[in-house]
């Protein structure tokens, strides 16, 4: 798959492109990140852009919003070239994007947000119509199945949350192309299929557009063109009926995709490195308990806003806790104390790794060793040969795909990113392991790679607590799974089950959800903490 795949030209026949890219050509210092691309994108048409972790696609799309300015090739609107010198520019000719991770100021409301720099004001007059505005974002929200107050601080919202303020903004602009940015990585099914509804609503008004996606399944529901970028370049570009989703793995990655984890492991069942006692906390989570041994993958399943997350920051004493008890190789950790959590073994990667887990503005090797720092002083002085050394292996060992150690970590991909948050909790050697939403934004080889390292990490003997919303992932990695709903414990299933029965038993009242009525949603009133 090395010849540039040229799409059927019948649609070409009758409808003329919206939005060209030609052999644009983009480089930073001496990488080349794209390399002459082309693109297409016809009005009402959804349009996926795929391709592993560093292929191109990001800086395409900045290319596209005006952010990035291409050395060679130009881009064309209504068959007219435009020079794209500002976001404001690209946003005056009807580009709007949805980025992968949210972009909100959290101390502005959800209605500030979505009519930032657009705020309505009443006719003649200076000051703001915040009336109009609540009302209009009210009906925007419920028009994705929200119901978000307008007034409430963007500060705490869930990703999902967050996500679906940032579509109810780009619903708000008079948009011709609308560029969407893994946008289900957060959502529960039944808000992805109102995603889906809503771009196609936005197609047959002739909007263009742009779907970036690792989730194949989707992509082939929602898309009719797809576009494959793999070290900067056009692999394939063509109607999605003429290729298969073999051949499109194939041509992201260069390989034929490789068959489904085999689990190798047997866990120690006497073992025991983390249990989890009727743990509680008011209007998030009740009477939780579960055990996850050494060697042993435990995966938790539930729904989006079911309490899963809650949960691992409690268990790991990054939030409070007001009943039960948390154990870690044997020893009770006090709530609120991520500190001892880490002395007692413990390692945890959180769902937000922008927010909670990285430094944008540090380099690569900082990152990585973070967590080592203490280790590594003398009189007050980093050991920074030292440090470079170690964070040199290890990220060797993880294969960060990066242009230097010294590079800003907020330059890199979601999947080289995950990589570096892996690496450094992986530097202490830890017995338990925490993982939330692991490849939630990772291409479908930095997938693979991923899971191969839990698995190879639950073989050497760790115990793996693993939260995700991707069922088929779930499935794949774990040895037993527990279902979350609405804050409580629904019941638990072996590793063979199927998607249907985690999603049902996510979605109906299991066997362990019995007693009390469900706990009544706060959408996350608690604040998101910094990880240790």
């Not at 070409?12 to 919206?18: E, G, K, L």
């Not at 995709?257 to 866990?267: F, Y």
């Not at 050494?294 to 949960?311: D, P, Y």
């Not at 009943?323 to 945890?348: F, H, I, K, N, S």
Request: glycine share 10%.
């Amino acid at each position: 798959m090395d010849n540039v795949t040229t799409a059927s030209r019948m649609q070409d026949t009758f409808v003329s492109p919206a939005f060209e890219v030609r052999g644009v050509d983009r480089s930073f210092g001496i990488a080349r990140v794209l390399c002459d691309v082309s693109l297409v994108l016809y009005p009402g048409e959804v349009h996926a852009l795929v391709g592993e972790n560093g292929a191109g696609k990001s800086t395409l799309i900045k290319v596209l919003t005006g952010v990035y300015t291409p050395d060679r090739g130009h881009i064309e609107i209504d068959g007219r070239e435009v020079h794209l010198r500002s976001p404001g520019d690209a946003q005056g000719r009807g580009i709007t994007a949805i980025y992968q991770e949210p972009t909100l100021f959290p101390d502005l409301s959800v209605a500030e947000n979505v009519f930032i720099g657009r705020q309505p004001r009443p006719k003649a007059r200076p000051w703001l119509d915040r009336r109009k505005m609540r009302a209009d974002t009210r009906a925007l929200l419920g028009e994705v199945g929200s119901l978000i107050p307008p007034g409430r601080l963007a500060r705490g919202l869930s990703l999902a949350e967050m996500q679906l303020v940032e579509i109810s903004a780009a619903m708000s602009k008079d948009t011709r192309l609308l560029i969407v940015d893994e946008p289900t990585a957060s959502l529960t099914p039944a808000e992805v299929e109102r995603l889906f509804m809503l771009l196609r609503k936005l197609c047959s008004t002739g909007v263009s557009v742009l779907f970036i996606g690792h989730r194949l399944e989707e992509i082939y529901e929602i898309a009719q063109r797809v576009t494959v970028l793999r070290d900067g370049a056009v692999i394939v570009s063509c109607l999605l009926g003429e290729i298969t989703e073999a051949g499109l793995i194939e041509a992201m990655v260069g390989r034929p995709g490789e068959a489904r984890l085999t689990r190798r492991r047997a866990s120690r069942a006497d073992d025991v490195m983390l249990k989890i006692e009727n743990l509680g906390r008011r209007g998030l989570f009740q009477d939780i308990s579960f055990t996850v041994h050494a060697g042993e993958v435990v995966g938790m399943a539930g729904l989006v806003g079911a309490g899963r997350s809650e949960i691992a920051r409690a268990a790991f004493g990054i939030d409070r806790y007001d009943t039960g008890q948390v154990m870690m190789q044997g020893r009770r950790l006090p709530p609120g104390r991520p500190d001892l959590a880490v002395e007692a073994g413990g390692a945890y990667v959180p769902e937000d790794r922008k927010a909670q887990s990285l430094a944008d503005c540090l380099p690569v090797y900082q990152n990585i060793s973070i967590l080592l720092i203490r280790g590594l002083m003398k009189f007050g002085l980093v050991k920074r040969r030292q440090e470079q050394t170690i964070a040199a292996r290890l990220f060797r060992e993880f294969g960060v795909k990066a242009q230097s150690l010294t590079q800003s970590v907020g330059e890199l991909s979601g999947g080289n990113q995950q990589k570096v948050v892996l690496a450094k909790w992986l530097a202490l050697h830890p017995k338990v392991l925490i993982l939330d939403e692991p490849t939630r934004g990772v291409d479908v080889a930095g997938k693979e790679e991923i899971h191969k390292l839990i698995d190879s990490l639950a073989s050497e003997g760790l115990a793996i607590l693993v939260i995700s919303s991707d069922m088929p992932e779930i499935l794949t990695l774990s040895d037993r799974v527990i279902v979350i709903r609405e804050g409580r414990f629904a019941g638990e299933l072996p590793a063979d089950s199927s998607a249907a029965e985690v999603l049902g038993l996510s979605i109906s009242r299991g066997k362990g959800a019995a007693g009390p009525e469900p706990l009544a949603r706060t959408h996350h009133q608690h604040e998101h903490r910094r990880e240790p």
